[in-house]
């Protein structure tokens, strides 16, 4: 089991940025993906990496403007978003599957989730 926990969330104006972190324990071998989840709606896809951080994924509705990468020697996978929108507002988790070599875009293609960090964007 890896465990996860997500940093960097907060209070951001329209247009500004904000990098979220999730650091993780254990092995490095393992995909990892942010998901979000706004108030009632359902939880939403955002972007994947691989493994080895060669192949990374996005959902259409952050895509060019959000960039996932990672540090697997620091066991931490980083979410650097740009332009965001009043939209983009909501928690945003990290997850991680274990064993796996690619990028997940389905949620229950995950093992592992962090607790999630508030992302709020005023516009």
């Known amino acids: 089991q890896v465990q996860l926990v997500e940093s960097g969330g907060g209070l951001v104006q329209a247009g500004g940025s904000l990098r979220l972190s999730c650091a993780a324990s254990?092995?490095?071998?393992?995909?990892m993906g942010w998901f979000r989840q706004g108030p009632s709606k359902e939880r939403e896809f955002v972007a994947a990496?691989?493994?080895?951080?060669?192949?990374?994924y996005y959902g259409d509705s952050v895509k060019g403007r959000f960039t996932i990468s990672r540090d697997n020697a620091r066991n931490t996978v980083y979410l650097q978003m740009n332009s965001l929108k009043p939209e983009d507002a909501a928690v945003y988790y990290c997850?991680?599957?274990?064993?796996?070599?690619?990028?997940?875009?389905?949620?229950?293609?995950?093992?592992?989730w962090g607790q999630g960090t508030q992302v709020t964007v005023s516009s």
């Open positions: 990496i691989s493994a080895s951080g060669i192949f990374t």
């Open positions: 254990g092995r490095t071998l393992y995909s």
């Open positions: 997850a991680a599957k274990s064993g796996a070599a690619m990028g997940y875009r389905s949620d229950y293609e995950y093992d592992d």
